[in-house]
T-cell receptor, first 112, second 114 residues
Framework: GNSVTQMEGPVTLSEEAFLTINCTYTATGYPSLFWYVQYPGEGLQLLLKATKADDKGSNKGFEATYRKETTSFHLEKGSVQVSDSAVYFCALSEGSNYQLIWGAGTKLIIKP | KAGVTQTPRYLIKTRGQQVTLSCSPISGHRSVSWYQQTPGQGLQFLFEYFSETQRNKGNFPGRFSGRQFSNSRSEMNVSTLELGDSALYLC?????????????FGPGTRLTVT
């Protein structure tokens, strides 16, 4: 079945550091891939998406490229801020089944 | 445009009771999905409704049920509550259409079962 694997957290970085959160997936077809972010005490916000191979999703300085050959969708940001502290979820959706399959989430802590 | 709204935001119930949670999707969105989020199991899909019909269901016991009304608002019900049902329940809506996989989430209802 379909699945998503994310690197375990927490990930702790200093402000202005480079961020990578790894995400790999298993899918039988050609899924759409998403990164969602959850700030403390809040619901989930769509951060970025990619719907086909080699697509690059980007938003708020975050980027992720859909790599079919490595079945990956790693999240990157060149310079993180304290306000980026949150939990980040990688997810996929495929075919006529619109449910999202989620990774376990990666907690990101940015220290000033 | 208003986002997805969920009521109530917080709820405390006792084991054995039942609970009903409500979700109002973004205007024009006809699909509503429900997810359960717990520290142990993470995010898990409960069910999806589209045009008042359940289209998809996750692996949860029959105590979990839902429905959707003609205005696309949705409710989920949990009967005979157990301690393990304590969780954040998230509702998400999306536009219908074959490419509309992205979902928009509400703030969630935090259910505590004592």
């Amino acid at each position: 079945g379909n699945s998503v694997t994310q690197m375990e957290g927490p990930v702790t970085l200093s402000e202005e550091a480079f961020l990578t959160i790894n995400c790999t997936y298993t899918a039988t077809g050609y899924p759409s891939l998403f990164w969602y972010v959850q700030y403390p005490g809040e619901g989930l916000q769509l951060l970025l998406k990619a719907t086909k191979a080699d697509d690059k999703g980007s938003n708020k300085g975050f980027e992720a490229t859909y790599r079919k050959e490595t079945t990956s969708f790693h999240l990157e940001k060149g310079s993180v801020q304290v306000s980026d502290s949150a939990v980040y979820f990688c997810a996929l959706s495929e075919g006529s089944n619109y449910q999202l399959i989620w990774g376990a989430g990666t907690k990101l802590i940015i220290k000033p | 445009k208003a986002g997805v709204t969920q009521t109530p935001r917080y709820l405390i119930k006792t084991r054995g009771q039942q609970v009903t949670l409500s979700c109002s999707p973004i205007s024009g969105h006809r699909s509503v999905s429900w997810y359960q989020q717990t520290p142990g199991q993470g995010l898990q899909f409960l069910f999806e409704y589209f045009s008042e019909t359940q289209r998809n269901k996750g692996n949860f016991p029959g105590r979990f049920s839902g429905r959707q009304f003609s205005n696309s608002r949705s409710e989920m019900n949990v009967s005979t509550l157990e301690l393990g049902d304590s969780a954040l329940y998230l509702c998400a809506s999306r536009l219908p259409g074959s490419l509309s996989y992205e979902q928009y989430f509400g703030p969630g209802t935090r259910l505590t079962v004592t």
